[in-house]
């Protein structure tokens, strides 16, 4: 158990949909990373958070936003969805930005 | 362009053997960190070993231990003793310079035999 924990576990949605993903980071880490997965693309970094502030983004689409808040935890908003966002999106924590990124258990949607 | 290449896409090794997992990187940055994760079909991502670009000795974690080779710009993983549990995918990565992100390779699929 990496102390990072994410709901939900799966999501099933229609094209179309809009969903939120939710992470909460290990105690005391300050920095969130989300990552997608898919078959693909492989693992793909899509945005990081750092003590509430944007810090980094990656390949993420505009239809996609995220946020920290100040409890620290994260969400990713996905919209307008469509069947290739089907993935396992991950959410890591770091304490200090710079050191190693452990993940959560990850969230599985499905775009029908 | 790829910055991480495994060039394995599955490997088998019977119980209690060695191997080693390859991975090539590519940067021009004189500092950056280099990582492998496992993940198991389960489908999460363990963390097992870090290696800075400036550590002068090889990373070491137990049955893991990084092999760097900063003039060839690889950073292959050795699993000694593998255990059945090995059986997963296993991903290298690669943080750049300031960079948060990690750049991850395709990863190697690794089949554990009795």
């Known amino acids: 158990d990496s102390g990072v924990t994410q709901t939900p576990k799966h999501l099933i949605t229609a094209t179309g949909q809009r969903v939120t993903l939710r992470c909460s980071p290990r105690s005391g880490d300050l920095s969130v990373y989300w990552y997608q997965q898919s078959l693909d693309q492989g693992l793909q970094f899509l945005i990081q958070?750092?003590?509430?502030?944007?810090?980094a983004k990656g390949n993420i689409l505009e239809r996609f936003s995220a946020q920290q808040f100040p409890d620290l935890h994260s969400e990713l908003n996905l919209s307008s969805l469509e069947l290739g966002d089907s993935a396992l999106y991950f959410c890591?924590?770091?304490?200090?930005?710079?050191?190693?990124?452990?993940f959560g258990p990850g969230t599985r949607l499905t775009v029908l | 362009a790829q910055k991480i290449t495994q060039t394995q896409p599955g490997m088998f090794v019977q119980e209690k053997e060695a191997v080693t997992l390859d991975c090539t990187y590519d940067t021009s940055d004189q500092s950056y960190g280099l990582f492998w994760y496992k993940q198991p079909s389960s489908g999460e991502m363990i963390f097992l070993i870090y290696q800075g670009s400036y550590d002068e000795q090889n990373a070491t974690e137990g049955r893991y231990s990084l092999n760097f080779q900063k003039a060839r710009k690889s950073a292959n993983l050795v699993i000694s003793a593998s255990q059945l549990g090995d059986s997963a995918m296993y991903f290298c990565a690669m943080r750049e310079g300031s960079g948060y992100a990690l750049n991850f390779g395709k990863g190697t699929s690794l089949l554990v035999t009795p």
């Open positions: 958070y750092y003590n509430g502030e944007e810090r």
């Open positions: 890591a924590s770091s304490g200090y930005p710079l050191n190693e990124q452990f």
